[in-house]
């Protein structure tokens, strides 16, 4: 790519990207000067966390006490003393939050997943969190300039916040997040705050990151497809794209629909729970399975290489025996050889070898190369078998050797100060609901006759059609703009001073979906978007029909997905 540009603007800015995983967290930010090159750096210091370094990642973790105040967060909460506390005091500890944030339609089971607590919403445990993160953030930097203090309060009232977020996730949880930015106080709750959010999958960020790195450089120069597995705490989030070279520069476009597999190291770490829970029930250590688990989590399952090594969870003292369990010198032993540990990774590996599949079948360019990132890459045994199973079909495997847990906060940035994706694929079809004129020599009408109405006008219409405004699978640029026609007929003037319309999004497998009745399980409304259109109500005409005098207001609805946000707009015409 070519070298970035100085920036151009006459003061001082602050762009934070803040990448709040399930289970653990990081930040970058760039401080944009005026005639200087901007530069990606990390926060590297969450007080009172010992370590200072590159890994720039903390716990995401918050806990509660029983007045529902946050008292722990983050490294805090990773205290020891903190720990003991929490359990004197009967504080709640919640960990893997943004999960809960989830759409609906994800296959997630929902007792998995540790519950919110008392009282408490997953926005509002996101805006706990980021105001924890926040005021990491302020320290850091005032600490790390001269004048740090000043130059805060100078830049803090218009700091550019970058967000990340699964594959997938749209409207509905991208309003969430944005509420907890203002609940957490780094933006008011006016327009002018809320666009200094901005969001950024994290499937699309870890692009941005790996091509800042020069990973992939080969392959893309070929016009060959790269794609990206970001396999975090919660989530494994797949995204595809090539490089195009135009006139005014080099840029990517998304060649395969991104996905989001909720296949995350922790659920690699919850069926190693089910498998303790099962043999150590009715054993003296049936009450320490949640520490075993936990060990296994830190260790274990990082070490495992090979189904067929035996595995070791190292969780107690040296006394501990029992032969009966595999238990000697306080570790458990756990057969390798038969695929007990190998079988805790396995539905994570065949998810993403189901997905990176149907993302070589669906994309018409070629696809090379595999980028594997984020915390979960650090296993040996998922990245082996990855290449193992991937190679033989023209599938090159590999991971960036350090600084994953920072690729999605980075990348964060580099999405706003770079842009390197142009054109993104359409994941499922959007459009509303209309009447269509009754047809009686049409079968899918005549099969809804019963479902018929008479509109203003005294026109026969028939209920529930979808028209669709974007179909699935299709690339839409950064620029490109959705649109159609409607036309919204009422009685008086007075009923068309606000128009408002609900924006739906189908889900299933139907290229060309076309009726709500059919399905309906895979409809859902993405947002409403409400028009004041008073003013162009008033110059109306009025029309005369079979149930008397009525009035036609012409309207689009236009849809954008250029960016990483749904835009949805209602337009019209006035004084022609």
């Given amino acids: 790519m ?5 920036f151009s603007g006459t003061t001082q800015k602050l762009v934070l990207g803040i990448d709040v995983g399930t289970t653990y967290a990081g930040m970058s930010y760039c401080l944009l000067q005026p005639g200087k090159i901007p530069s990606i750096l990390p926060i590297t210091r969450f007080p009172p966390q010992d370590h200072i370094g590159g890994d720039s990642k903390v716990r995401s973790v918050v806990y509660y006490d029983p ?7 983050g490294a805090e909460a990773m205290q020891e003393s903190v720990i003991e506390q929490a359990e004197e005091g009967g504080w709640e500890k919640t960990e893997w939050f943004k999960l809960h944030m989830r759409p609906a339609s994800s296959t997630i089971r929902p007792n998995s997943l540790p519950p919110l607590p008392t009282n408490k919403t997953s926005a509002d445990v996101f805006a706990d969190f980021l105001r924890y993160l926040f005021s990491c953030a302020k320290t850091y930097i005032a600490d790390h300039y001269p004048n740090g203090n000043a130059l805060w309060i100078a830049l803090q009232d218009s700091i550019e916040f970058v967000l990340t977020h699964p594959n997938g996730w749209e409207g509905e949880q991208q309003a969430l997040m944005r509420r907890a930015t203002v609940i957490a106080g780094l933006v ?21 990151f790996c091509i800042l790195n020069g990973l992939a ?29 135009r006139p005014k520069g080099e840029s990517f476009e998304e060649i395969a629909p991104a996905k989001c597999l909720f296949q995350g190291s922790i659920f690699v770490s919850d069926r190693a729970k089910e498998y303790l829970t099962t043999i150590l029930k009715g054993s003296k250590y049936a009450d320490d399975v949640d520490h075993i688990r936990d060990c296994f989590d830190k260790t274990t399952k990082l070490k495992f290489r090979s189904a067929d090594d035996w595995s070791y969870i190292k969780f107690g003292r040296p006394r501990d025996k029992d032969d009966a369990l595999n238990i000697a010198n306080g570790q458990m032993k756990i057969a390798g050889c038969v695929n007990v540990v190998a079988g805790f990774f396995q539905p994570s590996l065949e ?11 669906t994309s018409d360019i070629p696809i090379s190369c595999i980028l594997l990132v984020g915390g979960f890459a650090a296993s040996e045994w998922l990245y082996s078998e990855l290449k193992k199973r991937l190679s033989p079909i023209g599938l090159e495997v590999s991971r960036p050797d350090s600084h994953v847990n920072k690729a999605v906060s980075d990348g964060a940035v580099s999405f706003y100060l770079d842009r390197f994706v142009t054109a993104r694929i359409a994941k499922d079809t959007y459009g509303i609901e209309c009447g269509v004129k009754y047809n009686p020599s049409d079968a899918e009408h005549a099969s809804r006759s019963k ?6 006008s005294g026109d026969l219409r028939v209920f529930e059609k979808f028209s669709s405004i974007l179909l699935k699978n299709v690339r839409v640029s950064e620029t490109k703009e959705f649109r159609k026609s409607y036309s919204v007929l009422k009685g008086a003037v007075s009923q068309l001073s606000a128009v408002d319309i609900n924006i739906l999004r189908y889900r299933g497998v139907c290229k060309d979906p076309q009726w709500l009745d059919i399905d309906p399980d895979n409809y859902g409304v993405l947002c409403t978007v409400r028009a004041d259109t008073s003013k162009i109500a ?3 005409k009025p029309r005369h029909g079979q149930r008397g005098v009525y009035y ?10 250029g960016l990483t946000e749904l835009k949805a707009q209602i337009a019209w015409v006035e004084n022609v």
């Fill in 2 to 6: 070519a070298p970035r540009k100085s």
């Fill in 67 to 73: 007045a529902g105040r946050a008292k722990a967060l």
């Fill in 188 to 208: 008011p709750n006016e327009s002018k705050g809320h666009e200094r959010v901005h969001f950024v999958t994290e499937g699309e960020a870890s692009l941005h």
């Fill in 217 to 245: 450089a080969d392959p893309l120069k070929q016009g060959k497809g790269v794609m990206i597995v970001d396999a975090g705490g919660g989530t494994i989030d797949i995204s595809t794209y090539r490089k195009v070279t």
């Fill in 351 to 361: 998810a993403i070898i189901r997905t990176v599949n149907f993302q070589c079948r």
């Fill in 451 to 456: 479902s018929t109405y008479m509109d203003e």
């Fill in 538 to 540: 008033k110059t109306l």
């Fill in 552 to 561: 036609d207001l012409q309207i689009d609805v236009v849809l954008s997905f």
